[in-house]
T-cell receptor
């Protein structure tokens, strides 16, 4: 079945710097890759997603890139702010497309003011 | 956006007792809900798919007799951890799919999670 690996597990950056989180997946037929942000006491919230027919997607300070050949996708946050501090999860929906999400291990991002 | 609530947000129980966690879709109907658990510094692991009006579908390695799931209505799914043990201590999160997106899968809406501690 699908397996998603996420790195790094923790990331600390200075306010204003960029942050990059990387994920790899195993099922080459996976076609949907969402990113979730989980703040303390809250459930994961979708922040951006990308489908397999697109190589890059951007939404203000957040961007995601997808390399289907290498089977990896990355989250890029520019001009980080303290409120970006949270746990970020990547996920993939395998080819069976039953709606199940296979998550990466999560990255705890700390943005220091 | 759609809202999913969970109750309780945290619970402490003694070993051997049972604990029920509720997951509600507040402003939409969900014929399917998903239950996940997360251990510290690990991924969100899918436990089971809750189906309204029928039996839940459990992932490999998840004991269905220990984690009882009931999806009695279009807005409520419950997870009961029976005869809880300290190793069941974890963060449990439910999700429900929202409206279908054009050409793609449903967006998942997550509850805030329930922290279970078994002493």
């Amino acid at each position: 079945g699908e397996n998603v690996e996420q790195h790094p597990s923790t990331l600390s950056v200075q306010e204003g710097d960029s942050a990059v989180i990387k994920c790899t997946y195993s099922d080459s037929a996976s076609n949907y890759f969402p990113w979730y942000k989980q703040e303390l006491g809250k459930g994961p919230q979708l922040i951006i997603d990308i489908r397999s027919n697109v190589g890059e997607k951007k939404d203000q300070r957040i961007a995601v890139t997808l390399n289907k050949t290498a089977k990896h996708f990355s989250l890029h946050i520019t001009e980080t702010q303290p409120e970006d501090s949270a746990v970020y999860f990547c996920a993939a929906i395998p080819s069976s497309n039953t709606g199940k999400l296979i998550f990466g291990q999560g990255t705890t991002l700390q943005v220091k003011p | 956006g759609a809202v999913v609530s969970q109750h309780p947000s945290w619970v402490i129980c003694k070993s051997g007792t049972s604990v029920k966690i509720e997951c509600r879709s507040l402003d939409f109907q969900a014929t399917t809900m998903f239950w996940y658990r997360r251990f510290p510094k690990q991924s969100l692991m899918l436990m089971a798919t809750s189906n309204e009006g029928s039996k839940a579908t459990y992932e490999q390695g998840v004991e269905k007799d220990k984690f009882l799931i009931n999806h009695a209505s279009l807005t409520l799914s419950t997870l009961t951890v029976t005869s809880a043990h300290p190793e069941d201590s974890s963060f449990y999160i439910c999700s429900a799919p929202g409206l279908p997106q054009a050409g793609g899968p449903y967006e998942q809406y997550f509850g805030p999670g329930t922290r279970l501690t078994v002493t």
